[in-house]
């Protein structure tokens, strides 16, 4: 936690200061969940499809009861999105295409028993339950999440920072990747049924990138369990990257010695890079990525920042790679 600072780059003072609750009415409501506008015009098969949303007004989310909130963590510079937002306004292609199919796709969707796999380039290839990991020592942290859309939340996690599983497995040298993968059941999720893309889910980190003090095994948020829209019981989560680097409901993590293929990159692959990382002045083909529209605000009106606010804690890990490879 050495190099992780009280009052980072995007530290914003004014932001800070918790405004007085928004009243939102239904019809904000239904606008902030993308009910009001082209959301209910059909599902779009590409990520991206629903970039240009609309949205109503923010309202500051109370506190996770009981949290124990890491110091360092406990301000992402704005307040959390409202909770009834990050519920229903989802990016989980395994069940809909479209931001609401999540919620009501995913209803009592489980994975118990649950277990993730760890293996590939180790020396002891290893399952764990979610007790086993939480017992690895779990933290309350509040991270800026950025959508590759251009939308943005805020969300208290919380979760093991990844580091600490990768340690028990005895990582070979030879490993310089870890790849991740999703569950499958295409009886469950409707979308992978989908024969569009390849399912599971895949994603991959480089290993100093999974390594990062950052990067989190998130099992819960809002001081809850995760909900399975969000990705239900184990996610992961880069707050540098855009959101889609951070698989859910994984069940498999495979340390490698070469650079893992991902879901995004196979489906579009000059839209959608390994690095992925979040940098304002690397346009998506189909859109500017200078700006960011806060959940549950109107306008996309926000800079967006290089490495999403986080280039104190990850930016010495680019050196000489051109922006451009993002
Ligand atoms: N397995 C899986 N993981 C996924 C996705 C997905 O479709 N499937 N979508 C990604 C994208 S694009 C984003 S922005 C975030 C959205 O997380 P949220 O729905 O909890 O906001 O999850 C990421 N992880
Ligand atoms: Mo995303």
């Given at each position: 936690m050495a190099n992780i600072q009280k009052r980072p780059q995007?530290?914003?003072?004014?932001?800070?200061?918790?405004?007085?609750?928004?009243?939102?009415?239904?019809?904000?409501?239904?606008?902030?969940m993308g009910l009001g506008g082209m959301m209910l015009a059909g599902t779009g098969p590409a990520l991206g499809c629903l970039a240009q949303d609309t949205a109503s007004e923010t309202k500051p989310a109370a506190a996770s009861p009981g949290s124990t909130a890491d110091l360092d963590f406990a301000d992402a510079g704005r307040p959390p999105t409202e909770e009834s937002l990050t519920a229903v306004f989802n990016n989980f292609?395994?069940?809909?295409?479209?931001?609401?199919d999540p919620a009501v796709n995913a209803q009592g969707f489980?994975?118990?028993?649950?277990?993730?796999?760890?293996?590939?380039?180790?020396?002891?290839?290893?399952?764990?339950?979610?007790?086993?990991?939480?017992a690895l020592g779990h933290e309350d942290r509040v991270y800026r999440l950025r959508c590759v859309e251009a939308w943005s939340m805020v969300v208290p996690w919380?979760?093991?920072?990844?580091?600490?599983?990768?340690?028990?497995?005895?990582?070979?040298?030879?490993?310089?990747?870890?790849?991740?993968?999703?569950?499958?059941?295409?009886?469950?999720?409707?979308?992978?049924?989908?024969?569009r893309y390849q399912w599971p889910y895949y994603e991959g980190l480089r290993l100093d990138e999974a390594l990062n003090?950052?990067?989190?095994?998130?099992?819960?948020?809002?001081?809850?369990?995760?909900?399975?829209?969000?990705?239900?019981?184990?996610?992961?989560i880069v707050p540098w990257k855009y959101g889609y680097k951070g698989p859910k409901s994984v069940v498999q993590m495979t340390f490698t010695d070469k650079q893992p293929a991902t879901f995004w990159n196979d489906a579009v692959p000059h839209?959608?890079?390994?690095?992925?990382?979040?940098?304002?002045?690397?346009?998506?083909?189909?859109w500017s990525q200078a700006l960011e529209r806060y959940l549950g605000e109107d306008r996309k009106d926000k800079p967006t920042q290089w490495y999403n606010g986080y280039g104190e804690q990850v930016a010495h890990m680019y050196e000489g790679i051109p922006r451009t490879l993002y």
């Open positions: 995007w530290y914003l003072p004014e932001s800070a200061a918790t405004p007085e609750a928004v009243y939102q009415d239904r019809r904000q409501f239904l606008k902030a292609y395994e069940f809909g295409f479209s931001k609401r489980s994975l118990d028993p649950y277990t993730l796999k760890v293996d590939g380039l180790v020396g002891k290839a290893m399952e764990f339950d979610l007790d086993a990991i939480e919380r979760g093991v920072p990844l580091r600490k599983l990768i340690e028990k497995v005895d990582v070979k040298p030879e490993a310089k990747y870890v790849a991740f993968k999703s569950f499958l059941d295409p009886e469950r999720a409707p979308g992978q049924r989908d024969e003090e950052l990067t989190l095994a998130v099992t819960g948020m809002y001081g809850k369990q995760l909900p399975p829209q969000n990705g239900t019981p184990l996610r992961i839209e959608y890079k390994f690095y992925s990382n979040v940098d304002p002045q690397v346009a998506h083909p189909r």
